[in-house]
């Protein structure tokens, strides 16, 4: 639970499963969305050749993760001491689980979000998570059995560089996410099942 996040050991550990920052992909009104059959045959082929996916990881992207110490750093001086935390198995459901951003205290955790000045203001203004943010964070509340997370909007060059809000567990959504979770995990597995199946039978024809 404790492997450093961006290590082997860890990108192993969640290896094929659903994760907090995927778990909205599931969760589309359209049951065949390209974004949730993608994720299908992307967490299939991972079980396939136990290699991760490759992700393209865009500018922003890259900037968000340079800065997600400084944010922490930040959320620390006005709050809590985070403890950092690898990947987190979901307690029931198989092949899911995710990786927080922080563990704080006994009860609570961090999400921290490095956006775009325009994306940062917008939440600040707003006053409202984006319902993406928001699916991960409730999952990652039933993962981790925490009471609260803390959603922390970080930008230096803003007029409010810091921005945080507390997030409390959503029993309604939650289960609307397991419910969808362990349906995915199902057909991950039948799949996974199905290929493996067809390899073999393929591998045969040589023999």
Excluded at 92 to 113: F, N, Q, R, W
């Amino acid at each position: 639970m404790n492997t450093p996040q961006g290590t082997e050991e860890w990108l192993k550990k969640r290896l094929g499963k659903i994760t907090g920052s995927t778990i909205h992909k599931i969760m589309s009104v359209k049951e065949n969305s390209s974004t949730r059959l993608k994720l299908l045959q992307d967490l299939t082929l991972e079980r396939i050749s136990g290699s991760p996916t490759k992700n393209i990881v865009t500018p922003a992207m890259a900037r968000g993760l340079e800065l997600e110490s400084e944010a922490r750093k930040a959320y620390e001086k006005l709050n809590q001491e985070v403890t950092l935390i690898g990947f987190i198995d979901h307690p029931t459901i198989k092949e899911a689980g995710v990786s927080p951003d922080g563990l704080v205290g006994e009860d609570g955790m961090i999400e921290i979000k490095c956006l775009n000045i325009k994306s940062h203001n917008e939440i600040i203004k707003k006053q409202i998570l984006p319902k993406q943010y928001n699916l991960q964070i409730q999952f990652q509340l039933a993962c981790t059995n925490r009471a609260w997370c803390d959603f922390v909007a970080y930008h230096p060059e803003a007029d409010h560089a810091l921005y945080v809000k507390r997030v409390f567990p959503e029993h309604e959504v939650i289960t609307d996410i397991h419910e969808k979770a362990v349906i995915f995990v199902g057909e991950v597995e039948e799949k996974y099942r199905e290929m493996k199946l067809r390899n073999s039978e393929e591998v045969y024809k040589y023999l």
